[in-house]
């Protein structure tokens, strides 16, 4: 630890304490306590409000979000089968113009083969968006993709087997949309 040095200067005693620092007492005192105070619960006020604040805007984001996807939402449905009824457009173009045929033709041939045609288009159109028919003839009968309407009398091959279709099944990209009407041997 260094010396301090003193010096006399007109009669005043100097202490040069350099090497030490200066300690400060009653550091504080000039504040009021109440000052304090109410300098610390100013500025929790105004973090609250900023709080607040926030809380606020983030409310009113949210439910802007809501709104927004609620009509995004609706538009989509209103909108779910534009795409599938303008590729079925031309199917009707085609049944409008058998109709216009069918009733000036004689022969049935012709009928007949338009008719196939605008069947194997249309069912080409469904077959390009995911619908696949459920032909489950000669199958094992299962509750979960099956409908039973209906047992017979059938062969000891066909026990628990299906016999005939009543009405076809179809699934969507495999989500099975229509379960097939089958009749059931026992």
């Not at 809501?66 to 009509?71: A, D, L, V």
């Not at 995911?130 to 059938?154: M, Q, R, S, Y």
């Amino acid at each position: 630890m260094e010396e301090n040095k003193c010096e006399e200067i007109d009669n005043e005693v100097v202490i040069d304490n350099a090497a030490e620092p200066e300690v400060v007492e009653n550091a504080g005192e000039d504040e009021n306590p109440e000052d304090d105070k109410d300098r610390q619960l100013t500025e929790l006020t105004e973090k609250l409000a900023e709080f607040q604040d926030r809380y606020l805007r983030l409310s009113a984001e949210f439910d802007n979000y809501r709104k927004r996807t609620i009509k995004e939402r609706y538009e989509l449905i209103k909108t779910a089968g534009e795409d599938i009824l303008s590729d079925l457009l031309p199917v009707i173009d085609d049944f409008d113009r058998a109709m216009s045929v069918m009733s000036s033709s004689d022969s049935i041939d012709a009928i007949i083969e338009g008719t196939n045609l605008i069947y194997n288009k249309f069912k080409s159109i469904l077959g390009n968006r995911g619908l696949t028919e459920i032909n489950p003839v000669g199958a094992d009968f299962n509750a979960d993709i099956h409908e039973a309407i209906a047992k017979i009398k059938g062969t000891e091959e066909q026990t628990g087997k299906i016999i005939d279709v009543t009405q076809k099944g179809y699934s969507l990209n495999d989500k099975i949309i229509r379960h097939p009407k089958v009749v059931i041997g026992e």
